[in-house]
């Protein structure tokens, strides 16, 4: 009987599926059987009770790991694949940093852009020099109904708005994030993160010569109080380090120094994901924000 037990057909590898289930074993008590010594000659009947017993303890191992709690099994990153945040803009600057940074710690991630999707996923790749595996839709703000790219989401990101001297400034950054907001509140959603404009820029110079472009802003942000009150998260940035490739955009006021990109993705990511909220307002807070 020693001898066929030994001759044995090894047991094939665990399926890939089976693999967390195994690997939790190191968390059951361990089973203990009386050591027997080789030299020791034992009966065909011990022989033939301890293989039993040996194959009940695996069939008891399995049994016992599949029902451990299930809280066991959330410790990596798959975890937080419940969340689903939208991101307006999601193929933009701030908005793709934002999208990487949701994609590595386990979140479903859409962008929605008024272009197509394989148009904003080179734009992404052009931005981080990579490609994210985003689900692209195409949306406008300002005239389609928000409420099929809104479907499943737990957060929003709005990073929608026109550069200062773009054309359609103040509906552009206004009215497209008061809808934005409109349909989000809507559809029961409470987490929503808009990026705005730093007080300390909007009270300067700019709102002389941009005016729209800052009145825009003002909308959108009112907008956005008035559907979730103090829930939100509104990060205010003044002049953003860098651009996307090919885009030039207009200097800061001299002495104001520029927020890392990353610091403000950090910001946004921590207001999707319910650890901040309220007014973030100029690049000193956004990157306390974001630490």
Do not use: W
Request: proline fraction near 8%.
């Amino acid at each position: 009987d020693l001898g066929r037990a030994r001759r044995r057909t090894p047991r094939p590898a665990a399926p890939e599926s089976e693999l967390p289930m195994l690997s939790a074993l190191i968390l059951t008590p361990a089973l203990h059987l009386p050591a027997v010594s080789p030299s020791v000659q034992r009966p065909a009947a011990v022989s033939r009770a301890t293989a039993q017993m040996s194959s009940l303890d695996r069939r008891s191992v399995v049994a016992g790991a599949a029902a451990l709690p299930a809280a066991i099994f959330a410790a990596s990153p798959v975890a937080a694949a419940g969340d689903r945040v939208v991101i307006f803009g999601g193929s933009g600057y701030v908005g793709a940093y934002a999208a990487q940074q949701l994609l590595n710690q386990g979140t479903q991630v859409v962008s929605v852009s008024r272009k197509s999707p394989a148009e904003q996923a080179d734009k992404v790749k052009a931005i981080l020099g990579s490609d994210l595996k985003l689900d692209y839709q195409q949306a406008d703000a300002l005239s389609d109904d928000l409420s099929g790219v809104l479907k499943g989401a737990t957060a929003v990101i709005s990073c929608v708005g026109i550069a200062p001297g773009g054309a359609n400034q103040k509906d552009g950054n206004g009215q497209a994030n008061k809808k934005i907001a409109d349909a989000t509140a809507a559809a029961g959603i409470s987490k929503f993160v808009y990026l705005g404009v730093a007080s300390e820029l909007a009270n300067g110079p700019i709102k002389f010569v941009f005016g729209d472009y800052v009145k825009g802003k003002a909308e959108a942000e009112a907008a956005v109080t008035k559907d979730f009150g103090a829930s939100a998260l509104i990060i205010k940035p003044g002049i953003i380090a860098g651009g996307p490739p090919g885009e030039i955009r207009p200097p800061g006021p001299p002495g104001m120094t520029p927020v890392p990109v990353e610091a403000v993705a950090r910001a946004a990511v921590a207001g999707a994901l319910g650890k901040k909220s309220g007014k973030v307002d100029g690049n000193a807070e956004i990157a306390a924000a974001g630490a």
